[in-house]
């Protein structure tokens, strides 16, 4: 019985032809790029090469927020992911709360309801964050939002643009090497403890 695969078919991947070869009788053959594969498909596997952000005189992070001038812990240290997100998470109550007393009221209707919930929040995220630095939630948890680009206080446009974006959902999951989220990034902030 002749193999229905000819040996001498150049476009034939080598692992066929040795089983065409070893089929018709032949030696079997080496595969023609062992190695050179597996350092191809590691090269692009593993992902793009880490890039340091920040100005190229400086050295890399030994923690989150050297980069910005913040110390490593105490008081206007980086916040860390999770009391951000549970002060987020009480901002959420906070805000599910006004817009469920406003149901009773009659301003909000249920099929309104979390629309009015994500309105209170956004508005009551933005005003707070202007007037004193916090939402309700980050005063809970001992958290501030400061400007890290020298100015006084965090502007009514940038809360506004801050909150936009955590509304969005994805831009605070894309982090920089200091733990900030895109939002702040944007707006040239930080979550930092009080």
Same mark, same amino acid.
Do not use: C
């Given at each position: 019985?002749?193999?229905?695969? #000819?040996?001498?078919?150049?476009?034939?991947?080598?692992?066929?032809?040795? #089983?065409?070869?070893?089929?018709?009788?032949?030696?079997?053959?080496?595969?023609?790029?062992?190695?050179?594969?597996?350092?191809?498909?590691?090269? =692009?596997?593993?992902? /793009?090469?880490?890039?340091?952000?920040?100005?190229?005189?400086?050295?890399?992070?030994?923690?989150?927020?050297?980069?910005?001038?913040?110390?490593?812990?105490? /008081?206007?240290?980086?916040?860390?992911?999770?009391?951000?997100?549970?002060?987020?998470?009480?901002? =959420?109550?906070? !805000?599910?709360?006004?817009?469920?007393? !406003?149901?009773?009221?009659?301003?909000?209707?249920?099929?309104?309801?979390?629309?009015?919930?994500?309105?209170? =929040?956004?508005?009551?995220? !933005?005003?707070?964050?202007?007037?004193?630095?916090?939402? /309700?939630?980050?005063? !809970?948890?001992?958290?501030?939002?400061? /400007?890290?680009?020298?100015?006084?206080?965090?502007?009514?446009?940038?809360?506004?643009?801050?909150?936009?974006?955590?509304?969005?959902?994805?831009?605070?999951?894309?982090?920089?090497?200091?733990?900030?989220?895109?939002?702040?990034?944007?707006?040239?902030?930080?979550?930092?403890?009080?």
């Amino acid at each position: 019985m002749e193999p229905m695969l #000819r040996v001498s078919q150049p476009h034939v991947a080598p692992t066929l032809r040795n #089983r065409a070869r070893k089929a018709a009788g032949g030696t079997r053959l080496r595969p023609a790029y062992p190695g050179r594969m597996a350092r191809t498909m590691g090269s =692009w596997l593993s992902g /793009p090469e880490p890039s340091e952000s920040g100005s190229a005189d400086q050295g890399p992070n030994d923690y989150p927020g050297q980069r910005l001038g913040l110390p490593q812990t105490g /008081p206007r240290s980086l916040a860390r992911t999770g009391r951000r997100i549970a002060a987020l998470f009480v901002d =959420w109550l906070v !805000a599910y709360g006004l817009a469920a007393l !406003a149901m009773t009221v009659g301003l909000v209707t249920t099929a309104t309801l979390s629309t009015a919930v994500l309105v209170i =929040w956004f508005v009551l995220g !933005a005003v707070s964050v202007r007037l004193f630095g916090f939402t /309700p939630g980050q005063y !809970a948890l001992g958290l501030i939002v400061v /400007p890290v680009d020298g100015r006084l206080h965090v502007g009514f446009g940038r809360a506004l643009v801050r909150g936009l974006l955590i509304a969005l959902v994805v831009p605070p999951l894309i982090t920089d090497t200091d733990m900030r989220g895109l939002q702040d990034r944007v707006t040239s902030t930080a979550a930092v403890r009080r």
